[in-house]
C-alpha cells in the first residue's frame, strides 16, 4: 500500500470519528476527550508515513454559545506568490465552518494560487449550515493537507500553452455553429427590418440591463409609518382601513414599531384618538406635556433612542369643533390665535423628544412662529416638515374615522388648498422656504404627482408626500376583490411617488413594503 494510499484511508478514519463525536450528543465532553487525540494520532501518523503531507493545528477555542462546537484555525502553508523564490512560505488561516467547506482567510494572498494543490477541501464564503443534527450551527475541523514545498506542478489536459497558441494563429478552429434564432409563431409575416438606428427595446431586453439603467429606486428609509394611537390597551381595528389599528399605547404602539423596525422602517408619524372629554374649543390638550403624544414619545425614545418620531402638529384631533383651529363665533377659522397653540403644542412635542414637528393645519405664517418658538425654548435641532401643498381633498375620510375628527359643521376649503390650483403651490412652497422649513410635504400624493414634481423643480429642499387613507383603502379595496394585484399595485404606486420627486413617502403601506424589498412576502 502506498503512501497516499494510507494517508487518504487515515483522513476517512479521522472524519468517520469526528462525526461519531458530533453525533454522539455527549456535549462538549467528548468532544473535548476525542479531538485532541485525533488531532495528534492524525499529526504523528502522517508526519511518519510521509513527511510531504503535513497537517497543522494551531488551536482548540470553544465556542461561546455551544460547548460542542469547536472554531479550529488551520495556519496552512503556502507559496509567497510575490516572492521571485518559489520555495518561500506563508501562513494563511482557514477556518472551517461547515463540516464540508472550509473559509480562506485572506482570499487576496492566495488569489494566484491552484487551491487543489494545497488544501484537501473546496473553498467556500458560507459561514453557516445545517448540520447533521438539522440545527444551524458552526461546526468545525477537517484534515487540511499541504503539499510538497516547492514541488507546486501545473496540471494540464489537451493541448499545451504553446500549442494552443499555434493553433490560434493558424485559425486552425472549426466552423462555427449558425446563430440560434428563435422561431416565429405560425402565420407570422415576413418582413423586412425597419430602418431604425435607435431601438429603446435594447436597453429592456434583459433584467440584469433593467436593473442597471433604472433611474428610480425606493428603499425601507424612503418610508415613514404612520401610526394610529388611543388612551386604550387593546388595539382596536379600523374598518375604513383594513390591516390598520388604533394601537394601544403602551403595548400596541411599541409591538408595531418592533415589526416596523425589524423590516428596516425606522421613522413614524404618530396621530392621536383623544376622548371626547378632553376636547375642547380651545384645543387646550394639544399642549398637555402628560398627554397622550407626549407619553407616547417619550416610551418610545426610552425603548428606540434611534428612532425618528414625525409628530402631527393641528388641533382637529383635540378640537370639539373638529377643525384644524380655533372657530369664532360665526364660524371662521381664527388664523393668529390658532398659530398661538400650535407654537405651545410644537413645543410640547420637542420637549418630549418628538425629532419632527410636521404643522398640518395650513394657517397663514405658522412655520415661522412654530420655528420662533423652538428656538426660544432650546430646540434648534427639532426640524419642521411642513405640509406645504395640503389639498381640500375628499381622499381624506377613513382617516378621519379613525381619529373621529371630522368637522362639526362647514369644510375645510378656506383653508385647505383647492384640488383645482397648481400655481398656489409655488406660492405656500415660497413662503414655507422663508419662514424656515426643513421639509415640504404633499398631500395626498398620487393625485397631485404634478404638484410633487413642481415642488421638486422649484426647490432645494427634501420633499414629502403622504399617501392618505383613501388611496391606501382604494388599493386594500380592490386586492381583496381580486380586481388588482395589491403587492405590486402597491409596489408601483410607491415608486411613482418617488419618481415623481419625493424624498420621503408616509404610507400605510411602509411596513408591507419594506417586507416586500426585504424579499419577504408581505401580509
Known sequence: MTHAKVLRWLRTVVVALYIFCLLSQWEGRVISAWLPIICGSSFLLSEYLHPTYRPIFSRLSPSPSNAAAALVHLPLCLPHASDNNTSGIRLINLVMVTMTSVTLGDVR?????????????????????????????????????????????????????????????????????????????????????????????????????????????????????????????????????????????????????????????????????????????????AFNDNGLVPRAIRLLKDKYPDIVIYTDVALDPYSSDGHDGIVREDGVIMNDETVHQLCKQAVSQARAGADVVSPSDMMDGRVSAIRAALDAEGFQEVSIMSYTAKYASSFYGPFREALDSNPRFGDKKTYQMNPANYREALVETEADEVEGADILLVKPAMPYLDVVRLLRDNSALPIAAYQVSGEYSMIKAGGALKMVDEEKVMMESLLCIRRAGADIILTYFARQAASVLCGMKSK
Not at 467556500?124 to 461546526?139: G, N, Y
Not at 415576413?190 to 425606493?218: G, I, M, W
Request: proline residues 11%.
Open 109 to 285: 494572498v492566495v488569489r494566484s494560487v491552484d487551491v487543489q494543490s494545497y488544501v484537501g477541501l473546496k473553498p467556500s464564503t458560507a459561514r453557516k449550515s445545517v448540520s447533521l443534527l438539522r440545527r444551524t450551527e458552526t461546526r468545525p475541523l477537517m484534515v487540511v493537507r499541504a503539499s510538497k514545498e516547492g514541488d507546486i506542478s501545473v496540471k494540464s489536459s489537451g493541448l499545451s500553452i504553446e500549442e494552443s497558441e499555434a493553433a490560434a494563429v493558424a485559425g486552425n478552429f472549426p466552423d462555427p455553429p449558425p446563430p440560434w434564432r428563435p422561431s416565429a409563431p405560425k402565420g407570422t409575416p415576413n418582413v423586412k427590418p425597419l430602418p431604425l438606428t435607435r431601438r429603446p427595446r435594447r436597453n429592456r431586453k434583459s433584467p440584469t440591463l433593467r436593473d442597471a439603467f433604472q433611474e428610480t429606486n425606493l428603499s425601507a428609509s424612503n418610508l415613514v409609518l404612520p401610526l394610529f394611537i388611543h388612551e386604550g390597551e387593546e388595539d382596536v381595528p379600523i374598518g375604513a382601513m383594513p390591516g390598520c389599528y388604533r394601537l394601544g399605547w403602551r403595548h400596541g404602539l411599541l409591538e408595531e414599531v418592533y415589526k416596523a423596525r425589524d423590516v428596516g422602517v425606522n421613522s413614524i408619524v404618530l396621530f392621536p384618538k383623544i376622548p371626547d372629554a378632553l376636547k375642547s374649543q380651545a384645543g387646550d390638550e
